[in-house]
């Protein structure tokens, strides 16, 4: 069973075009490693998020591999340029095969 829990994401609702904007996505999931041990000694099965895909008006222009390393909750920030007004879909993967997406609109005014 997958934790994958609530996606949050914040993308300005305008922008000029041909202006770099920040993206910052965040997710809610534990991301056991594999490595630790609970309270009897046993260790705690791997459940990581394996991948994130960010889609800006139907094209992909970010993608992340993500490792055992990461902490709970895999945070991320980038830039993109917007170019025109439309829906930026972020998705996650996890290593259980289940995945959560999110929509975001943006508003592309002229120059």
């Not at 996606?7 to 999931?29: F, N, S, T, Y």
């Not at 630790?36 to 394996?50: F, S, T």
């Not at 055992?68 to 993109?80: D, W």
Request: charged share 25%; net charge neutral.
């Amino acid at each position: 069973m997958s934790r994958l829990g609530n996606a949050r994401v914040r993308v300005p609702e305008k922008a000029r075009a041909g202006e770099v904007i920040e993206i910052r996505a965040m997710v809610d999931h534990p991301m056991e490693s594999g490595f630790r041990l609970n309270n009897v000694g046993k260790p705690i099965p791997r459940e990581i998020v394996e991948s994130f895909v960010c889609e800006y008006d139907g094209r992909e222009v970010f993608r992340a591999t993500i490792h055992p390393a990461v902490s709970t909750n895999p945070y991320l920030v980038f830039h993109i340029v917007a170019t025109r007004s439309g829906e930026v879909k972020f998705t996650w993967r996890d290593d259980r095969g289940a995945s959560i997406s999110h929509q975001a609109q943006i508003e592309v005014v002229p120059a």
